[in-house]
Structure formats: structure tokens, C-alpha cells
């Protein structure tokens, strides 16, 4: 069992960043699959970023390109989400998952339902 816990959320204003953290417990982090989803209210989960094992791979929503960056440190079994340029629209609230997948499809890390273990979410809210 992996037990994962965000923290790092709360109110930015447009154009403002934040760094979502996801610490794990209960097993070794590093060969599993990470991501980040979100939530916003009304709307279904979305795929945000997720990185891969070893975080030589990582993978990006098209609108989180170039302003969102996910990294993992597997000795201190975190993984991040530095989200910069923030807009309204960014407006959720931010899940950390994880897999055990030793190998994936690009489809099968962007979708919530490859995904074991789940964090209880960590709000996001952006004003304009």
C-alpha cells in the first residue's frame, strides 16, 4: 500500500505560481508512475503531468505545457508540481496519484483509471 498526501495548495492571484507537493508513505516511491489530476467543481478529473519511474519521462496536459513542471526525488519520496503563470482556469482541486507500472502507454499514464493510489486532494484557486 502507497499513502499519498498533498499540501502546498491555496490562493494565488492570475499570474502567480505554486508548488504542489504529494509526499508517499508505506512503500519505496520509485518505481512507481506519479501524476498530478484535477478537479474542478462540475467538471471531471483531468490528466495535469505525471512522470515515470525513473523521471527521465515525463508527460503534460497540451494547457499545462511550458508553465506547469513536475519532478519527483525519489530519496525523499515527494513528488512536485511547480505550477507558474497560474490562470483562473487553473482553478481545482489538485490529486496526487500513483501505479505501479513498470511499462505504460503514453494513454495509460494520462488516464485516472491506470492509477492505484490516490492522494485527498489539495485545493487550487486562482483569482482574476
Known amino acids: 500500500q502507497v499513502q499519498l498526501v498533498e499540501s502546498g495548495g491555496g490562493l494565488v492571484q492570475a499570474g502567480g505560481s505554486l508548488r504542489l507537493s504529494c509526499a508517499a508513505s508505506?512503500?519505496?516511491?520509485?518505481?512507481?508512475?506519479t501524476a498530478w489530476f484535477r478537479q474542478a467543481p462540475g467538471k471531471e478529473r483531468e490528466f495535469v503531468a505525471a512522470?515515470?519511474?525513473?523521471?527521465?519521462?515525463?508527460y503534460y496536459a497540451g494547457s499545462q505545457k511550458g508553465r506547469f513542471t513536475i519532478s519527483k526525488d525519489n530519496a525523499e519520496n515527494t513528488v512536485y508540481l511547480q505550477m507558474n503563470s497560474l490562470k483562473p482556469e487553473d482553478t481545482a482541486v489538485y490529486y496526487c496519484?500513483?501505479?505501479?507500472?513498470?511499462?505504460?502507454?503514453?494513454?495509460?499514464?494520462?488516464?485516472?483509471?491506470?492509477?492505484?493510489?490516490w492522494g485527498q486532494g489539495t485545493q487550487v484557486t486562482v483569482s482574476s
Open positions: 496519484a500513483a501505479a505501479d507500472l513498470l511499462t505504460a502507454t503514453t494513454a495509460q499514464i494520462m488516464g485516472a483509471g491506470s492509477y492505484d493510489y
Open positions: 512522470s515515470n519511474w525513473s523521471a527521465r519521462s515525463t
Open positions: 508505506g512503500r519505496t516511491f520509485s518505481s512507481y508512475v
